[in-house]
């Protein structure tokens, strides 16, 4: 399946790159005085920019084009205590003025313990020298924003591609501790993430340390207003860089939405980091870049009023834990990509076209039917067969899990309805 934020176009064809998974020429290179913590990692040194991509298992590089920068989340505050129950957490935003309007260094002193660092434990298949393929492990890295609590986890907002494909999660708060975390709620589409991390594990001393995010209103966002952004840019950590909001109501290929375009530098694991305005609260996520060798300070920011609901429902998710391989849920389908070419050429809304349905199984109890289109489960989209596999990785066979599926109608438009399905074994 060809992965929304996993291309990048060449120069002539008016590049456009999500800032994720990159190439690169050099190897790994350690931070000069950099303090190692637990899940520290070797960073690399990439071509693009967004998500800091390393092999930390093999000698061969595999290079996967991305180019993708998010950020939602700075600070007023100077605790992390606000709760919320898990049940009904929501974002809280502000409109008001700060007396720290414009004042760079206020700024980034308040934001910097609202986001975090993420690294991203996760195996993939590569071709090797003989023309087979292998399996290798491999660590990236992106930010992510503080954006709530509830009463048992620390909830922080990223970007889908930052956590996608993750065997381990770690975030690193801005006194360096690392702990790890699991993932909350996903969203192909808009790019977006909320990973949770246990308070139980947080020190003290750490919590004393970061802060909850204030979200701005993006609405309000005028061309020609300061902007920051910070995020652990390189992987070295967080850094600060700013400029202005260049355009708004943008578009680009594979993201469903407007975008906010700013000339703010945007670097390698800046994904998931925060777009601040005056205030220093967060308008933007960072999301994307034109990334050629005539063209300079272009990026793009997902507008945070614009996903605000979505965050929410992502937090309010039930907290994602993997099972093993033995204990997995199986639809009963075999299933083909709606890519986003194949839904604009045959009409068809994108995610997994039913071509066979296994008798006795799971799907064929629920009625689903050859033919149908899956897009969703459990609350999260997904846009084919690699994304719907990864969500089953948190359900064992025996749970019963709502499938969004979308059946064509006698009028040949698609009808979506929820679909609750019990998950059978492999065999079955």
């Known amino acids: 399946m060809e992965n929304q934020y996993n291309y990048y176009t060449s120069e002539d064809e008016n590049t456009q790159s999500h ?17 190692k913590t637990k899940g ?6 990439v071509v693009c920019t967004g998500l800091v991509f390393g092999v930390v298992a093999s000698a061969a590089f595999q290079a996967s084009n991305i180019v993708g920068s998010k950020i939602t989340g700075t600070t007023t505050t100077k605790t992390a205590k606000t709760t919320t129950t898990a049940s009904n957490a929501k974002l809280t935003t502000s409109s008001s003025s700060s ?77 360096e501790e690392s702990v790890e975390a699991n993932i909350k709620g996903t969203d192909a589409d808009k790019d977006l993430a909320v990973v949770a991390v246990p308070l139980s594990e947080i020190k003290d001393s750490t919590m004393n340390e970061i802060a909850v ?13 300061q ?56 308008i933007g996520i960072n999301s994307a870049k034109i990334a050629t060798e005539t063209v300079e ?12 609901d979505l965050i929410t429902n992502l937090m309010n998710q039930k907290t994602k834990t993997k099972v093993a391989e033995s204990e997995r849920g199986y639809i009963g389908i075999k299933g083909v990509d709606v890519t986003s070419d194949s839904a604009q050429m045959y009409n068809m809304p994108t995610g997994v076209y039913v071509s ?38 948190y359900y064992k066979s025996g749970e019963t899990v709502t499938l969004t599926v979308q059946t064509q109608g006698k009028n040949g438009e698609y009808q979506k309805n929820d679909v609750k399905v019990t998950l059978g074994k492999q065999s079955e």
């Open 356 to 393: 066979e349905v296994i008798s006795g199984g799971g799907a064929d109890k629920a009625g689903i039917t050859k033919g149908a289109v899956i897009t969703g489960i459990e609350g999260t989209t997904v846009d084919g067969m690699d994304a719907l596999q990864e969500q089953l990785q």
């Open 297 to 308: 300070g272009i990026g793009y920011a997902i507008p945070v009023s614009d996903v605000s």
């Open 213 to 225: 995010a204030t979200l701005g209103d993006s609405d309000q966002a005028q061309v020609g207003d």
């Open 40 to 45: 520290s990692a070797k960073w690399v040194k």
């Open 19 to 35: 800032y994720g998974m990159n190439d690169w020429d050099e190897e790994p290179e350690k931070k000069p005085g950099k303090k």
């Open 99 to 175: 007396t720290t309007t414009g004042n760079v260094t206020e700024i980034t002193k308040n934001a910097m313990p609202s986001i975090v660092s993420i690294t991203n434990m996760s195996v993939q298949e590569v071709q090797n020298f003989f023309g087979g393929t292998q399996k290798q492990e491999s660590e990236s890295a992106g930010s992510g924003i503080i954006i709530g609590q509830n009463d048992s986890e620390l909830l922080v907002v990223t970007n889908n591609h930052v956590v996608e494909g993750s065997s381990t999660l770690t975030v690193t708060f801005i006194d």
């Open 227 to 282: 902007v920051i952004a910070i995020g652990n840019a390189l992987g070295y950590g967080q850094s600060v860089t700013s400029g202005i909001i260049s355009a708004k109501d943008r578009t680009m290929d594979s993201y469903d939405g407007k975008l906010l375009q700013t000339d703010a530098a945007i670097n390698p694991g800046n994904s998931g980091g925060a777009l601040l305005n005056a205030n220093g609260e967060v």
